[in-house]
C-alpha cells in the first residue's frame, strides 16, 4: 500500500511536537502572537492551535488519497482505509471517520526537555492510520528487495507537490520544494532575482531570467570574474603616429611640436608657421616639416634671433671686389666701390673728397666756389618726415648770411631743406623712397655779404644710396 505525507514523518513528528510545544509555551509566556507553521494562535485560549489543513488547504491530497489533520501537518491515506481504535500502547490501527483532536499541556506547568506532549488519555486513544501490522518501513521510505527500507525518491517519481515554477529536492523521508539560483520564492511562486540592481558589475549590467551578465563599455575590457573592467592600453596597438597618452577608457594622440592633430585624431599634419603672420620673419619664412626658417636676402646675415637680418659689411669683411684704388662704401645690404676723386676742369683737387675753383680764374667767376663729395644710405620706404643730412658753413665772416638750398637732383621733390640756424640747414625727407636706387642732391649754401659786396657759393654733392629692403 502507498501512503503519502505532508509535513513530518511519524517518528519525526513526535520529536519535533516536543519542541513545537515547548516553543508555543515559550511564546505563550512571552504574551506573544507568533505560531510556527501548522499552528495559528487562538487569542481566546491565549495559545498557539494545531492548523486543520485538510479542511483550509483546497485539495491537499491527490488522487484517491484522504487527508488526515496532524498536529502542525497532515497525512494523506487511501480512502477506505480498515482502521480501528486501540490504546495507546497497543497496536494501532484507525478509523477514517474518528479522529479525536488531541490534547496540549497546561502552558503554565512548564515543559522539561524529556516532555512528551500527549499524555495517555483516559478511554480509548486518538487513531492513526498505519499499512499493515507488518509494515517495516516509516511513510517516505519503501521496503527493498533485501528487505531493507529505501527512500522514495518523491522527485523522480512525480509524487510531490512543488509548483512549476519550483525545484524538488529529494531528503530521507521527504522532499523540499527551493528555487534554483538566481530566482527567490515569492509568495509560492520562485521569481527571478534581479542582480543589477545590487551592483553586482562594475559597469554595463544586463538582467537575465535566473542570472546576469556582466559587460565594460569602450576602451575597457572584462576582467576574469566576469564582473570588474580593467582599462585598455590603446597606446601599445601605436595607433597614433606621433605620441599617445593613455586614458581612462580612452587615449589621446599628441603631435611634436610644429605639428597639429587631424581630424581623425590619430595623424599628425605640419603646422605651417608662415602662414601665421607675415612678421614671424624680417625678410622671407621658409617652412620645414614641424619648423620653420627665416631667409635674409644677399648683403645680410641672419641675426641670433633667426628672425632679423642684418647688414653684411662687405667692406670690413673684405668679400668685396674693390680695387686698392679705390674705396669701399658699404651701405644697408650692399657695397659700392668709389673710384678716386677726379676734378673737372677749371676745378682742382683740394683733398681726397673736395674740388675747389680759384677766384683769381677768371672761369671760376658763375661757378661755386668749392664742391665737396658726401655718400650716405637711405633705408628704403623710410618713414617721412626725417631728418637725414646737416649742412653748416664751418667759415663765417662779418655781416655775412647764408642761404641753403637744393640745386639739383630732386626733380621728384623727395627733399626740401629746412634752416635751423643763420648758419646751418638740414635736408628733409619728404616723401618715402623705395630702392634700390641711387640719387645725386647738390645742396647749395649762398654766401651774401652786403658790406663787401660778395656774393658766392659752395657745394655738397650728396650721393644717397636706397637699397631694395627696408631693413
Request: aromatic fraction near 12%; glycine fraction near 8%; include cysteine.
Amino acid at each position: 500500500m502507498f501512503f503519502e505525507l505532508r509535513g513530518l514523518s511519524r517518528s519525526t513528528n513526535k520529536r519535533m511536537l516536543t519542541v513545537l510545544l515547548f516553543m508555543i509555551y515559550c511564546i505563550h509566556s512571552a504574551k506573544s502572537q507568533t505560531c510556527t507553521d501548522g499552528f495559528t494562535y487562538d487569542r481566546r485560549a491565549r495559545q498557539c492551535i494545531d492548523v486543520d489543513e485538510c479542511r483550509t488547504l483546497p485539495d491537499p491530497c491527490r488522487g484517491d488519497m484522504h487527508c488526515v489533520n496532524q498536529n502542525g501537518g497532515y497525512l494523506c491515506i487511501p480512502r477506505g482505509f480498515y482502521s480501528q481504535p486501540y490504546p495507546r500502547n497497543s497496536p494501532r490501527s484507525f478509523s477514517e471517520q474518528s479522529y479525536p483532536a488531541e490534547t496540549y499541556p497546561d502552558a503554565s506547568l512548564g515543559y522539561p526537555e524529556t516532555f512528551v506532549p500527549n499524555p495517555p488519555p483516559v478511554g480509548p486513544g486518538p487513531s492513526y492510520p498505519i499499512v499493515s501490522r507488518s509494515a517495516p518501513c516509516f511513510l517516505g521510505y519503501t521496503a527493498g528487495a533485501d528487505g531493507t527500507c529505501v527512500d522514495v525518491d518523491e522527485c523522480e517519481t512525480q509524487s510531490h507537490q512543488c509548483n512549476p515554477t519550483q525545484v524538488c529536492i529529494n531528503t530521507a523521508g521527504g522532499y523540499t520544494c527551493s528555487c534554483t539560483e538566481g530566482y527567490w520564492l515569492v509568495s509560492g511562486q520562485c521569481q527571478d532575482i534581479d542582480e543589477c540592481r545590487y551592483g553586482y558589475c562594475q559597469q554595463l549590467c544586463a538582467n537575465l531570467p535566473g542570472s546576469y551578465s556582466c559587460s565594460c563599455g569602450p576602451g575597457y575590457l572584462i576582467n576574469s570574474d566576469s564582473r570588474t573592467c580593467q582599462d585598455v592600453d590603446e597606446c601599445e596597438t601605436d595607433s597614433c603616429t606621433h605620441g599617445c597618452l593613455n586614458t581612462y577608457g580612452s587615449f589621446m594622440c599628441t603631435c611634436d611640436e610644429g605639428f597639429e592633430l587631424a581630424s581623425d585624431g590619430t595623424t599628425c599634419n605640419d603646422v605651417d608657421e608662415c602662414s601665421f603672420s607675415d612678421f614671424l620673419c624680417q625678410y622671407r619664412c621658409f617652412n620645414t616639416p614641424g619648423s620653420y626658417s627665416c631667409l635674409c636676402p644677399p648683403g645680410y646675415y641672419l641675426y641670433e634671433d633667426g628672425r632679423t637680418c642684418e647688414d653684411l659689411n662687405e667692406c670690413e669683411s673684405g668679400n668685396n671686389t674693390c680695387t686698392t684704388a679705390q674705396v669701399c662704401f658699404n651701405f644697408q645690404g650692399g657695397y659700392t666701390c668709389l673710384d678716386p676723386l677726379r676734378c673737372d676742369q677749371p676745378y682742382i683737387e683740394l683733398n681726397d673728397n673736395q674740388c675747389m675753383c680759384s677766384a683769381e680764374n677768371p672761369a671760376c667767376r658763375e661757378r661755386p666756389f668749392t664742391i665737396l663729395y658726401r655718400h650716405m644710405d637711405l633705408s628704403s620706404g623710410r618713414s617721412v618726415p626725417a631728418d637725414i643730412f646737416q649742412m653748416q658753413a664751418t667759415t663765417r665772416y662779418p655781416g655775412a648770411f647764408y642761404i641753403f638750398k637744393i640745386k639739383s637732383g630732386n626733380e621728384g621733390r623727395e627733399f626740401y631743406m629746412r634752416q635751423t640756424s643763420n648758419i646751418s640747414a638740414t635736408l628733409v625727407l619728404a616723401r618715402p623712397i623705395k630702392g634700390p636706387k641711387t640719387i645725386v642732391l647738390d645742396l647749395e649754401m649762398v654766401t651774401v655779404n652786403n658790406v663787401i659786396n660778395f656774393r658766392g657759393s659752395s657745394i655738397i654733392r650728396l650721393t644717397i644710396f636706397v637699397p631694395e629692403h627696408p631693413f
